[in-house]
């Protein structure tokens, strides 16, 4: 008679955290960067498909890995944010209370599920000052961290954080974007044009929406040196 075969939980664990490792790292890194008037976020994405969205009047969302997986989360986010401040008040949707939901449904998704999401994902919120913004990035397995100043997911995002660390510094916009396509360039040893980039902005001057995606030609001149 075949003995069953017996696998620890620790070894279930660690083999889920390889899994969903090996699919974050083949997405294409994604940057939120603080300047001097909100919240900056650069994909490097050469496709139409957005990486990068609103989810609610101060607060977007960037996802990292399988597409289809985070395309989900934002969906579930949005109508999280929605049905949140209709029952209640616009003003209890907030970035750290939607983080907080998606660490739950990651962190439940990876303990109990026989496959974990292969996903990375960022909530930002503007502050009406710099030291109110909030910048959350939340794990594949709902380790939830708060960042500040700036942060990375996806593919190379360590080597991006590096980059980053010993050149940041609150700037306005034109050189948050310089920077953050040099880290880019670095971490992919590549030249970014802006047809390959999706560029959005959390702007606390905007009445209102605050989010507002950047173009081609936006892009083109906030670049040129």
């Not at 306005?172 to 902005?201: C, F, H, I, M, W």
């Not at 606390?204 to 081609?216: P, S, V, Y």
Request: net charge negative; aromatic share 10%.
């Amino acid at each position: 008679m075949a003995m069953p075969y017996y696998v620890s939980p620790e070894q279930v664990m660690q083999d889920k955290a390889e899994y969903a490792k090996k699919g974050i790292s083949r997405g294409r890194s994604i940057i939120a960067m603080e300047y001097d008037k909100g919240i900056l976020l650069v994909a490097d994405n050469p496709s139409s498909l957005s990486k990068i969205s609103e989810i609610y009047d101060k607060i977007a969302f960037a996802g990292a890995g399988k597409y289809s997986e985070f395309e989900n989360l934002r969906k579930a986010g949005i109508r999280h944010a929605d049905m949140k401040g209709y029952l209640y008040s616009r003003d209890d949707v907030t970035g750290k209370s939607l983080a907080n939901s998606y660490s739950q449904s990651l962190g439940t998704i990876f303990s109990q599920e026989l496959k974990p999401l292969e996903v990375e994902i960022l909530v930002v919120e503007v502050g009406s000052a710099t030291e109110e913004n909030e910048m959350y990035r939340i794990s594949f397995d709902g380790s939830i961290f708060d960042e500040t100043g700036f942060t990375a997911i996806g593919g190379k995002s360590e080597a991006l954080i590096t980059y980053l660390k010993s050149r940041y510094n609150l700037s306005p916009l034109k050189d948050a974007l310089r920077l953050s396509v040099d880290a880019l360039e670095a971490g992919y040893n590549q030249t970014t044009t802006p047809e390959g980039l999706e560029v959005a902005v959390l702007d606390r001057d905007r009445t209102g929406r605050t989010f507002q995606r950047l173009g081609t030609k936006e892009l083109t001149e906030y670049l040129r040196k």
